[in-house]
């Protein structure tokens, strides 16, 4: 039964990805619909189980890995001002909007603090594909949002930690928590410098089959189980990863041999286990909560990250180009979810709605994307 899921992934992903590129839109678009097709929700062809999460996990990392290998460090750097108020403005105007709704709902004050805190979370993977498809990962906006969403990464879970603290029922030493964090980042930073020009020269020669490939999977699965254990997502991790290969002379060999594994096998399995939260049981009941919760949710992330945007040097389309990147709440939100489902400070009945408006989010972004920055894709085709 494993072989024929896995069969039924990739081809309704290569299928539903080639028909969502011939009506025009970028081919992430397709296949994070078709997981939701075909997945629980609708027809059943395919459910999740513990090898599909693994699987998925695994895709994730190798995609935010690419993103790194192609994000040039200076570039990086110089953006870092303008990352900072997008991450601001994209988590200052979420949780209000949050918050806002909780206490219209009749939640507890403490909940709609978590509720606030929810639609404040980040995932810039799908961003990162649908950049990919445009051909604008390399642009100073794509290296915005990514930074941008780093930074969204530390602060909303130093403020998650502190909720906990609080309203929670939990004992959080915020200290240690920022300290692990300042820490990892330092660590990231010398190994970058250093440290991985050393581990490339010593895994690389080695005398075995696709060392260097090898050698670049060893260090991004490295980085991300360390960004786990210092409380840091496991896609930082990667990403980190996948900037320190880039300064090395085997970024191109990497690259060209990762990109086949990653996009036969593990991103599309990625693609598809994000449809299988999706449920309509029940939903009829909650239907305008789910439509106001879905539009504050995009709207006041779009517009907070491109009020940030603006007002560090970007075009109004640029900033709203960076407003919608940073649209998405994918994977983190829907585990800020289950946290707040296990603490009691999300109640079950309000759990289904903000997981079905989280895929929402992460469906919208490629074709706001596409909106805002496709035309940017044309002058950039143009000008060459």
């Not at 990497?254 to 286990?273: G, Q, R």
């Amino acid at each position: 039964m494993f072989y024929l899921t896995i069969l039924i992934i990739i081809l309704a992903t290569k299928l539903a990805g080639d028909l969502s590129v011939r009506i025009g839109q970028p081919a992430v678009v397709g296949k994070l619909l078709i997981g939701i097709i075909i997945g629980p929700a609708l027809l059943g062809w395919v459910n999740n189980s513990e090898i599909i999460d693994e699987l998925s996990e695994i895709g994730v990392l190798m995609l935010m890995f690419m993103a790194g290998l192609e994000t040039n460090m200076d570039d990086l750097k110089r953006s870092f001002k303008s990352s900072l108020a997008v991450a601001l403005g994209g988590i200052i105007l979420p949780f209000l909007g949050g918050y806002m709704i909780g206490l219209a709902v009749g939640m507890e004050t403490s909940h709609s603090v978590f509720l606030g805190l929810l639609l404040s979370a980040t995932s810039v993977s799908i961003s990162v594909q649908s950049l990919k498809d445009l051909g604008l990962l390399k642009s100073r906006e794509s290296t915005t949002i990514l930074g941008a969403a780093i930074i969204d990464d530390i602060l909303v879970v130093i403020l998650l930690a502190f909720v906990m603290s609080i309203f929670g029922g939990q004992e959080v030493n915020l200290a240690l928590i920022v300290g692990k964090k300042f820490l990892f980042f330092l660590l990231v930073g010398l190994f970058i410098w250093q440290g991985i020009k050393w581990v490339m020269r010593w895994l690389a020669p080695l005398r075995v089959t696709e060392a260097v490939i090898s050698a670049g999977l060893i260090v991004c699965f490295f980085l991300a189980y360390v960004a786990e254990q210092f409380g840091v997502a496991g896609i930082i991790g990667a990403f980190a990863a996948g900037l320190a290969i880039s300064q090395t002379n085997y970024k191109e060999e990497v690259e060209h041999k990762l990109e086949p594994i990653a996009y036969t096998i593990f991103v599309p399995i990625f693609f598809v286990s994000v449809g299988f939260s999706v449920s309509f049981v029940g939903i009829g009941d909650q239907i305008w909560l789910l439509v106001i919760i879905t539009l504050v949710a995009i709207l006041t992330k779009l517009i907070g990250s491109g009020i940030g945007a603006r007002l560090t040097g970007f075009s109004t389309r640029s900033a709203i180009g960076i407003g919608s990147g940073m649209v998405s709440r994918g994977e983190v939100a829907l585990i800020i979810a289950t946290i707040g489902l296990q603490s009691g400070l999300l109640e079950q009945k309000y759990f289904t709605v903000l997981v079905i408006a989280v895929i929402i989010t992460t469906l919208v972004t490629p074709f706001l994307l596409k909106k805002v920055m496709g035309g940017k894709q044309e002058e950039k085709v143009e000008q060459r």
